[in-house]
C-alpha cells in the first residue's frame, strides 16, 4: 500500500475488458523502538501487516455493465461479518448503495503468501484502506469517463447511489460506464480516500448482507453444496485422542451395509461412504475396528496438572514487600463451531478440487498438495461459507481427511465429522495453569509477574510462518513462536510498576488451536481476580483501583461507561454481586460489568440435561476499537464473547479421562444457552476515537470472562481457582467410545407429542 | 428399496430409502433441501428443527417410515408459504434485529421459535422469559439475546 499523505495513496487500474481497479494489500505499520512494555510499539495485528509487506499484493474491485461492484475477499467468513463490512468499505468510497456490492471469499491465492489468513481479529485491520483505495480508483475512473461522455469537467460532476450527475442534472448508472472506464493497460493512479467526516456509510450501523440467506435456508455451507456425486462420508474414530487402526474384523460385512458404497482404512480411521450420512452413523456403529494407542493414552486432567505444574517456570524470590498471589487452573475446553469439520473433495488422476470454510486456504492448498502427492498448482481450493469458527477453521483437518478419502476411492466425498467426533477428537482450547504474583507497598504496586503455563497451542497453520520469520526482528529477544505471539498478544493495561508475563508449553500430544482470543480470557482472568483482591488489601472498591491504575484515558473511559451503565455499586442481595474487568487487545480497549446470582434456588433451578448454575442476570458491556466500521455487526461479536466469556467463566469443559474426553455431545458440553443467557445484555459501543479501526473478532471474551469470575468470587465470598467453576461436578453420564458415536435416536415423533418442547 | 411417501412444503414427494433413514439426511442428502441443519445428529442441538403438522420436530430423531402419505413437513424453505408471503413475520423479526451471525443455528431457531409462540398462543398467553429459557436450540455464535428480542417482535406480529 503505497501512502503519499494521510488520505492520499496509489492504487492501480487494471487492463480489463471492464472497471478493474486494485490496490495493494498490506498497509505499512512500522515498529518503534525496543521497550519493556513492547505491546505499546507492536501488537500482534502490526507484526501480520508487517509481514505481509513484501509480498504484499494486488486485491481488486470490478464494476460490471449492470452496475454491480464485486469483490473477493481473501479472508474467511464464518459469522463475524466482514463480508458485511467489507461492502461498506466499498459502498463509502464508491458511493454505490451497499445491495449493489457483491462481495465472495476468494479461493486460496498462494501469490498472497501469507496475506491469507483469517485470524488474530487481523481482517479490517488490513484490509482497511487496500479496498478503499480500490474503490475509490474506480470512483475517480468513473467520473474521468462520464466527464468525457457529459462534456464536463470532473469537478462538476457528483457521483451519488450509483448514479453520476453533471450539472444539468442528466445522470449515468456507472453500469454503464464501466466498460467506458476500463483501461487497456495497467497503470499506476493516485487518489484521495474520503474523510472520515464525509462518511455516510463506515461508522453507520448495518445488518448483514448474508442475512437474508440466512433466515431463508438459502446460505450455502460446505455441506449444502451439491458437487456431483460427492456422497456423505465419515470416520469411524478411536477411543482415545489420535489413537490409530490396529485391524480391521469386518471390512466386507460393513461394505454390504445398505446405502454404504467404500470403506477404507485411512490415516485416522476408517472412513465410510454411504448414500446417506444416517447410513455412514450406521456403518461406523458396525465397524469393529482393534485401535492402537494415541498421543494422550491414559492421561487425565490430574496428570496433565501435574505435568503443567512441573513445567511452571519460578515466580523468583518472593520479595520482602507485601504480595498477593494466586494460581488459577483452566481445563481443556472444545474449540468446536456449530456446523461440525467437514469439506468437500474431488481428487482425480492429477488434479483436486476442495470446497470447505478454510481460513488458511493456501497452507491447505500446500498440505493437501503434499499428502495428494500432487503439485500445489494442480489443488484448487474453494473457501465456502463457514458455520461458526472461533479459531477452529485456522486449521483444516476435514478437507485433509476428506482428500486422503477421496484418493482412495477414487470418487468425490462429502465428509463431515459427528459431534460426538468434533467434542472428542476435535481441537481444544488447551489446560493451562496461570500463576500472579504482585508486590506492593502502601498505594503502590511495585511488580506485576505472571506465570502462564500451557499444554501446546498447536500454532502450525501458517500464522506461525509470519511470526517466525520476523521474531528474529523483534525485541523480545531469542524466543519461539509461541512465545512471541504470547508477548505480542497480551498487554500489561495497569500501572504495575515492573510487569513481566512468561509462557511455558508443555505437552504436545493434544488436538489444540488458536480458540477465540487464545490465551487472553485465560491471562486477563487470573489477572482481574489479583486485581480484585488487590483492591480490597489496599481498601479500594475494585472499579475505582482499575480507574486509578488503568494507563491512559480510552481505558478509563469504557471502565466509567459499563460502571455508569451497569449502575456500578447498587446494593444488591446476598448472594447475589456485581464484578468488573477490563482488557485491551488488537488496538482496542473494552470493559465488562456483570451481575450474577449465585443464591440455590437460582443455581438449583431444574433444566433438563442442563447445567444452570449461577446466573449472569446483567452484563454490559464498552468497548472503543478506535473506528467502528460496522457499529452493529461489532455490538453482535461483543454479545457472542460475552456468551463466551460466560461459559468459559462457568460450565464449558471438557474433562480428560483415560486418555479420551468424555464429552461427546451438546448436552454434555455446556456451551451457554438460553437459561444461561443474561436477561439484560447491554452492549456500548464506544464514539470512534481513531482515524482506524482495531479488531473486533475475539475481543469480546476475554474481559467477560474475567467480569463474571470476579463476580462469582464476590457473590460467594471465596475468590474461584479453578475454571469452569462447575468442572468438579460431572454433570452427564459419558456416552461411550466404542462405537465412537451414538446412535441415531427413532423416537423423534414420540418426544415431540410426549413434551412438546422446542 | 420401500417407498416412502409424505408432503413436504407443500408438496407431495416420495423418496426410495431405507425406512429407518432419519428424515434429516431424506431431506438433505436425497431431497436437496440443506436448510435444516446437521450440529449433533441425538435430538440435543436442534439445528435441524422442523416442522410436522405444524408442531417442531428434529428430523435427526424421526425414521422416515414414521411419516404417513398426509403427515405436512414443513422446513424454513417452506415457512414463508405457511404465512402467505415472502418472508414469515418470525423470519421478518429476525432480518429487523439482524440475528445471525454465521446462521448456522438460525434455520432451526426461527423453526423453534414460531413454533413456540403457536405453542404459548394456543395455550392463550404471553410469551414469558421461562418460555425463552425453555428453548433448547444451540447458537455457538451466542446469538441468544437477539433471538429473544426477535421472538418478541415476530410473536407481536403473528396472528
Ligand atoms: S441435528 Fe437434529 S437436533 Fe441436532
Ligand atoms: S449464528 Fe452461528 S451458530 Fe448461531
Known sequence: MTAIGRRHFLGYVLAAPTLLTAAELGPVAGPGLPSPEITDLLDLNDLMTAAALPTANLISVEVDGDGTVSFALPRAEVGQGITTSTAMLIAEELAVPLERVRVTLADARPELVFNQLTGGSNTTIATYTPIRVAAAVARLRLLEAAAAELGSAVADLTLKAGVISGPGGDGIDIGALAGKAASARTRRVAVELTARESFTVIGRPHNRIDALDAVTGRKKFAMDLDVPDAKPTMVCRPPTINGEVGSVANLAEVRAMPGVTDVVVISTGVAVRAATFGQCVDAVRALRVSWRPGTAEGKSDESVLRELRAAELPLGIRPPTPVVEGAFTFYFRSNSALEPNCAIADVRTGRAEIWSAMKSPIVAQQAIAAKLGLPPGRVTVHVTEGGGSFGRKLFFDAALEAAEVSQRVGKPVKLMWHRADDSRQGRTHPMAISRVRVSYVGDTVLSYKQRHTSVSTDLGHGLGEIITAMAARLPVGDIGFSQTFFQLSQTMPYEFGISSRLLSETDKGFNTGSMRNVYSPDVTCARELIVDQLAARMGKDPRRFRHDFLRDDRSRAVLAKVAEAGEWGRPMPEGTAQGIAFHSEYKAVSAALVEIDCRPETVDRPIRDGVTGPRVTKAVFAVDVGLAVNPRGLEAQMMGGVMDGIALALTSSLHLRDGHFLEASWDNYFYTRQWNTPPDLRIIVMPSTSDRPGGAGELGVAASMAAVACAYGRATGTMPSSFPINHGTLSFTPKPTIPPIPPSPADGLDRARRTKET | ?159
Open chain 2, 1 to 159: 428399496m420401500p417407498e416412502h411417501t409424505f408432503r413436504v412444503n407443500g408438496e407431495q414427494v416420495t423418496v426410495d430409502v431405507a425406512g429407518d433413514v432419519r428424515l434429516l439426511w431424506v431431506l438433505r442428502d436425497i431431497l436437496g433441501i440443506t436448510g435444516p441443519k446437521y450440529g449433533c445428529g441425538i435430538d440435543v442441538c436442534k439445528a435441524c428443527t422442523s416442522h410436522l403438522n405444524g408442531e417442531a420436530v428434529n428430523p435427526c430423531a424421526i425414521p422416515v417410515r414414521d411419516l404417513r402419505p398426509a403427515d405436512e413437513v414443513t422446513t424454513i424453505e417452506g415457512l414463508a408459504a405457511t404465512a402467505g408471503g415472502d418472508l414469515h413475520p418470525m423470519q421478518q423479526a429476525w432480518l429487523d434485529h439482524d440475528v445471525a451471525q454465521c446462521g448456522y443455528c438460525q434455520p432451526g431457531q426461527i423453526m423453534a421459535a414460531v413454533a413456540l409462540v403457536r405453542r404459548v398462543a394456543a395455550e392463550g398467553r404471553a410469551i414469558t422469559d421461562a418460555d425463552l429459557d425453555g428453548l433448547r436450540n444451540i447458537c455457538r455464535c451466542g446469538t441468544y439475546a437477539r433471538i429473544r428480542e426477535a421472538i418478541r417482535a415476530g410473536a407481536e406480529n403473528m396472528t
